[in-house]
């Protein structure tokens, strides 16, 4: 591949915003580098280029340069380069952390070590638990003591800190501190900290008060020193991106897209890599709450599907749901971020049948490399060798053109992994391949709706991603959903997200008492440092000076361990008069989630937080659409999802008109829509293509099960 | 395979698992125990109209392992479960497994056909009987005997929920008899709802795919599962191996250890586990209900089985349990039962070891099973409030071929979560000190065992009193090293009262009372070594406790590859699971 494979488009040129902006988006992945622009005008360009992984910049200026000379805008007339990166990612994924120090309250020095106490895997007593990110020599006990009420126990040792730092000069690359209760009162940490500093000048410090202000000390920990591992990396990156735009000309702000879908300032990030860690998937979310918006369903389903993995999540009310605290590489992040459940499957699944007839397909992938039997180096049957069996991708090759499939190898592969060992025809196993993947599609799904007591009928699934819209319709037949929202770009969502965040940091800080006995002047003064926080840390993201700010409280029946997020009010206070209304929505959401509610069981609140937004322009923007021209139709033979023989009618995306019914497939440069038998495309523009079902669901009816005598 | 397509068979495989996680989170997340919401003790299930097992949650093995006793039970008595009925059970002798963990099933209908049954079992805070506090108060009194009657409320099988209709006077009854009956009734409510959306669930995977198909594929899993653990079974060698261990009293009394004696044999895809040599049935508590005994084998067989075997009744059925009425693994009603995990730890370690023997690659050394626990009551100044603390820390993992033994965690059949110092102190009158490794506690060893934790707890109410228990204290039945790696540390429990030292505490201590600013320390044993400890290493010892003296073992603590042990472990390589072949016996010298 080679330059750029998307060019610019038309947009839709109208509702252009008060305060001209013309912001670029650019999103760094392992393969491609996408940039997009979105011109003060409503147009938006798109440009994708290869990365230069050894040098991630390269490609980031590349990128922008085409997207000006498309645009005929000069580095002065840009508001600010938005920037999506995975090195925080990556950097966790592959191990490669900085060389952190950790200090911690005394007695609790082995805390990441012994961490929750539970092993691995249950089953496996050969299988050790994962090495601690700080090993133990790194690790120096402090003398001091905060209790559960922020009063001081033992006064903080300013000569154990300055030990302990001058042991580990030399030694490590940043340093963390966490002291039990440092979000009841801080002073203890920031003390250390400072003195940290003085003694190692240069060494960055993350302190668990600053990082994450919330109760459990162990998932405290965890993410504090995971941030201290990540600080001097990102920091270095980020400040030569940055070097390098200031190089072209740049004036403008530079910002990055947090986990949590905000857009924040280089600052900020810099000092919190930690919240970085999901912003890809985070973009994308955030895509498609816009286009959602702009579609009028503000409630959809989000299915991004990779080569290696794919990505789900929860659109309600135009907003991304979002959860405070998760996972990453098996480390708890106690920070806010988008619900997105990750799952181990993508188009390089591996398909494979044990000695005992069990058809699995994934978790382990093919990845980029070798990558699909059908690539042409790879051996081993995926997901992307069964479409290309079952004639829902075309042998033509993908990114038009630019890469080549070969059908016979990916036959030869499913005969061989798949078909052989079953028994069945290469068009039956593959068809067989493909529902397993779609089931483990649909079961993620369904973790991240049903199982919260969210019904997904009468909702969207919206499906980008190299390999989502392939799978679509599949999957929201499985769920009862009838409508499938394909974007104009399925392959730059990413980057468009990147464009669409409001500027926005979330602050949590745990106050635990019960609602009706608050002491409402300490609340108060909480809610005014959390809101004085958000707003300096939040200066420089958008467009507007001051933020809007709200307050979510998070709240439990006393005696519970999980709480639920329950909205407070807009004007950022909390009041006596609020509590009825309180319980009374915590009371709903119990049933809601639960199935059951109680009526006497006091309410606790445990976690304020404060969400600062700075919203971006209202742009109307649209991508690229151009009526279709005369019709150029193709069709080819394929077998449907029970491995039936079927006649696809194959379309470019650009000659899509509505009213095209499946079996089809519609070909774009990034994606492959599969719109099967039942289903019609009602709309198609520069937002996306919608396809509905028209006829009722027909079970795909298995093989009649035998009903034998058991054993 | 009665269900033709790979597709569909898969799917609902992956639906079952689906299911009963979507279960587990949401009792988890909306019960009030924390034993049940910190240390996650409670399990999840589906099984089906049989009462085989189809589907667990991997929680506790302890618990899973029991469902299909309880449930088999309960059926016996009321008869087949009509849709929208709710049975509950918490009777060791028709299947359940200790008092405080109730057992919930619920019958599992689509379209007037009987799927299946979803099950939850979960350890409540406190289920009545004698108290802990006002147990022993005499002074120097010793109790003679101790009896179900006095461990709290029996429940047989009974329904909780009748056709739809909560049966009120049972709810009545069973939050009139117990000491928290808000928190008791939160998490049988929570168990409740868990189990309605496990109903739910499976009714929407029958409406997607048929509920012969459902009932099929279930059928379908059990006997891959079977067939799985069959072949693995067969590439075995045949024979019988026996093995020893023992605990270091009966839960009232420690004048003698009581001893667990497996003799297993595998022959034809089976392993049957004859424990008819170990001790009778005791006056103590650490009888082990028959249920319970079945748990810790098919947790000692899945792990040997090793990966590709799911957890449902297809491996299970390969296990057959011998032991005589009114023995220990196999007590007779009333006898107490209430720490009978103790037990069944000293049970799956002994299995364990039998099974090392049997194949000599797979051998690891002995986990911890000492299982501190921390049981207080004490009136919390800030409130008011009357409040019990319940904790327990983890010790040594075993050492295996290539990796050191993991440090801190919970063993075997149990899989407790460590509750967080935080939350402790924001809900209870105590203060925690520390909660740190034991330097040295890992047993010697080419690859050394893993660390005990101990932790320390200050009390920050005027007094408090209850009881204090760990296991694994005495050092011939610490935790056992493999192929001559040496044992771990033996656990302790000790107070120091008013700044005063360490005082160590006695076995009994069912009457232990503290005042403010006493600190009770527990600690766990630590995990045995594999392999002869090495030549001195130049890996520094992290630092110098000064109040741990651990036995003669000088442990520099290498993390990562254990290479760090100085010294000569007293007695290591002396007889520990080192004698016996595949027809021998490899009893360990200890205790006998």
Redesign the interface.
């Known amino acids: 591949m080679n330059g750029a494979v998307n060019g610019a488009v038309d947009g839709a040129v109208n509702g252009a915003a008060a305060g001209a902006r013309n912001v670029i988006a650019v999103d760094i992945g392992g393969t491609h580098t996408d940039a997009a622009l979105l011109a003060a005008d409503g147009t938006l360009h798109v440009h994708k280029v290869p990365s230069t992984p050894t040098d991630p910049g390269l490609a980031l200026v590349t990128a922008v340069d085409g997207l000006l000379e498309r645009s005929g805008l000069a580095p002065g007339d840009i508001t600010a380069v938005v920037h999506g990166t995975t090195v925080a990612t990556n950097a966790v994924l592959t191990g490669d952390h900085a060389r952190v120090g950790l200090l911690v309250t ?6 990441l ?7 691995p895997d ?5 299988r ?2 994962a ?2 990110l700080v ?3 790194r690790v120096h006990g402090v003398r001091e003591r905060i ?2 009420d922020g009063s001081v ?1 033992t006064p903080l040792v300013d000569d154990d800190v300055r030990r302990a730092a001058r042991a580990l000069a030399g030694r490590v690359d940043a340093v963390a501190v966490v002291f ?2 440092s979000f009841a009162d801080a002073a203890h940490e920031r003390r250390a900290g400072a003195l940290v500093r003085e003694e190692l000048p240069g060494v960055p410090v993350t302190l668990s008060s600053s990082v994450a202000a919330e ?4 998932p405290r920990a965890a993410t504090t020193v995971l941030n201290a591992a990540l600080l001097p990396r990102t920091g270095g990156y980020l400040a030569r991106l940055e070097a390098r735009l200031r190089e072209r000309g740049f004036a403008c702000a530079f910002q990055l897209m947090t986990s949590a879908g905000g857009v924040v300032p280089a600052a900020l990030a810099t000092s919190l890599p930690v919240a970085l860690l999901v912003s890809g998937p985070a973009a994308g979310a955030i895509a498609a709450a816009e286009i959602g918006r702009r579609l009028g369903e503000p409630d959809v389903v989000m299915l991004d599907v990779g080569g290696t993995s794919a990505d789900v999540a929860l659109i309600e009310g135009g907003q991304p749901r979002r959860r405070y605290r998760g996972e990453v590489a098996g480390l708890p992040v106690a920070l806010p971020q988008i619900d997105v459940l990750p799952i181990g499957a993508g188009g390089g699944s591996l398909a494979r ?9 994934g978790p382990d992938s093919a990845g980029a490399d070798p990558g699909p039997a059908a690539y042409g180096s790879g051996l081993r049957a995926t997901v992307t060798d069964a479409h290309l069996v079952r004639g829902s991708l075309d042998p033509a090759g993908l990114l038009g053109g630019a890469l080549p499939l070969d059908a016979d190898r990916a036959r030869a592969a499913i005969e061989r992994d798949v078909a052989g060992p ?1 028994g069945l025809t290469p068009e039956a196993a593959a ?3 493909i ?2 993947a779609d ?2 599609m649909a ?1 993620a799904l ?2 991240v709706t ?2 919260r007591g969210i019904d997904v009928r009468g909702r969207a699934l919206l499906a980008f991603g190299g390999a989502g819209p392939l799978h679509a319709c599949a999957i929201a037949d ?1 769920l009862g959903v009838a409508r499938v929202v394909v974007p104009r770009h399925p392959g730059l969502t990413s980057a468009l997200g990147l464009l669409m965040g409001d500027g926005r940091h979330d602050l949590g800080r745990t106050c ?1 008492a019960p609602l009706r006995a608050l002491d409402h002047a300490r609340v108060d003064a909480l809610i005014g440092e959390l809101v004085d926080e958000a707003t300096r840390l939040l200066r420089g993201a958008g467009v507007a000076d001051a933020p809007r700010l709200s307050l979510d409280a998070d709240l439990r ?1 006393a ?4 709480e639920l997020t329950i909205p407070v009010s807009a004007a950022c206070a909390l009041r006596p008069e609020d509590t009825g209304r309180l319980e009374t929505a915590f009371a709903e959401a ?1 049933r809601a ?4 509610a ?1 009526h006497d ?1 006091p309410v606790e609140l445990v976690t304020l937080r404060v969400r600062a937004v700075v919203p971006r322009a209202a742009v109307d923007w649209a991508a690229g659409h151009r009526a279709p021209r005369e019709p150029a139709r193709r069709y080819r033979s394929g077998w449907d999802a029970t491995g039936a023989p079927v006649r696809y009618t194959v379309v470019d995306r650009v000659d899509v008109e509505p009213g095209l019914r499946g079996p089809a497939i519609v070909r774009q440069t990034d994606t492959t829509t599969l719109v099967p038998r039942g289903w019609w495309v009602t709309r198609v523009d520069g937002v996306a293509m919608v396809i509905e079902r028209v006829e009722p669901v027909e ?1 795909v ?3 009649e ?4 005598e ?2 | 395979m009665r269900v033709a397509d790979p597709a569909v068979r898969e799917l609902l495989w992956n639906g079952f698992d689906a299911v009963v996680g979507e279960m587990s989170l949401l009792l988890k997340r909306c019960s009030f125990s924390p034993l049940i919401r910190e240390m996650l003790d409670f399990s999840c299930g589906f099984l089906d109209a049989r009462g085989r097992l189809v589907a667990d949650s991997h929680l506790i093995p302890a618990q899973a392992g029991t469902l299909e006793f309880a449930l088999a039970g309960a059926l016996a008595r009321t008869g087949p479960l009509a849709e929208g009925d709710v049975v509950v059970t918490n009777d060791p002798y028709s299947g359940a497994t200790h008092l405080p963990d109730l057992e919930v099933f619920m019958p599992v209908y689509a379209g007037g056909e009987l799927l299946g049954h979803v099950a939850t079992v979960a350890h409540h805070v406190d289920i009545g009987g004698v108290s802990a506090r006002n147990r022993g108060a005499v002074p120097g009194h010793r109790e003679a005997s101790r009896d179900l009657y006095e461990e709290g409320l029996q429940l047989p099988p009974v329904r909780l929920v009748e056709r739809g209709r909560r049966n009120d006077a049972l709810w009545d009854v069973v939050l009139r008899n117990v000491r928290d009956p808000e928190s008791v009734e939160g998490d049988l409510m929570a168990q409740l709802s868990a189990c309605r959306r496990g109903v739910e669930r499976l009714r929407e995977l029958a409406g997607r795919h048929g509920a012969a198909t459902l009932r099929a594929a279930a059928d379908d899993l059990i006997d891959d599962t079977s067939a799985r653990a069959a072949a693995v079974l067969r590439g075995w060698p045949e024979g019988t191996v026996t093995a020893t261990g023992f605990l270091d009293g009966d839960g009232l009394h420690y004048d003698e250890p009581l001893r667990v004696h497996a003799a297993v044999t595998v022959g034809d895809g089976r392993m049957t586990v004859d424990l008819s040599r170990s001790a009778a049935q005791t006056t103590g508590t650490f009888n082990v209900p028959w249920s319970s005994t079945y748990s810790g084998l098919y947790y000692a067989l899945r792990c040997f089985l090793g990966p590709g075997i799911r957890q449902n009744h297809g491996y299970m059925r390969h296990v057959e349990a011998r032991a005589p009425e009114g023995s220990l693994f196999r007590p007779r009603r009333p006898a107490a039962v209430m720490s009978r995990h103790m037990a069944v730890q000293v049970l799956t370690d002994v299995v364990f070891r039998a099974l090392g023997e049997l194949l000599p690659d797979r051998a690891v050394a002995a986990s911890h099973v000492s299982f501190p626990v921390l049981l207080m009551h004490a009136v919390d100044p800030r409130d008011g409030a009357s409040r019990t603390l319940m904790d327990t820390v983890g010790g040594g993992g075993g050492a295996r071929r290539g990796a050191a033994g993991d440090d801190g965690i919970d063993s075997y059949t149990s899989n407790c979560a460590l509750m967080s110092a935080e939350v402790i102190e924001l809900e209870y009158p105590w203060r925690v000190r520390a909660c740190a490794l034991v330097p040295g506690s890992g047993g010697s060893g080419t690859w050394r065992g893993g660390l005990a934790v101990r932790r320390d707890y200050e009390l920050l109410a005027d007094r408090a009193s209850g009881r204090v228990a760990a296991e694994q204290r005495r050092p011939e039945h610490a935790a056992r090293g493999a192929a001559g790696g040496g044992p771990g540390a033996p656990a302790s429990a000790m107070v120091s009262r008013a700044g005063g030292p360490w005082e160590p505490l006695p076995y009994d201590t069912s009457s232990l009372s503290v005042r403010r600013g006493d600190v009770v320390r527990l600690t766990a044993a630590g995990g045995g070594g594999y392999g002869p400890p090495t030549a001195p290493s130049a890996a520094p010892s992290h630092r110098a406790d000064g109040d741990e003296a651990p036995r003669d073992v000088e442990v520099g603590l290498d993390r990562r590859g254990g290479l760090a042990q100085r010294g000569q472990q007293r007695g290591a390589g002396l007889g520990r699971g080192a004698v016996g072949g595949v027809h021998g016996d490899v009893d360990g010298g200890d205790g006998a």
Do not use: M, N
């Open positions: 005394a007695g609790f020095d082995d805390i070590e012994i961490g929750t106490q539970q092993r249950l089953y496996d007593p050969w050790p638990k090495a601690a090993p133990r020599e209790g559960a126990v039990l209760f109760f459990r000390e162990y049948v044990d000695a005992f007839g069990s058809l699995t397909v079953l068809a067989s391949v529902r397993i089931g483990a079961d369904r973790a049903v199982a499985d635990v029946y005696g519970q361990a999980y119990h989630v639960y199935g059951h109680w069981v079970r009816e298995p093989v099960p035998v009903e034998r058991g054993s």
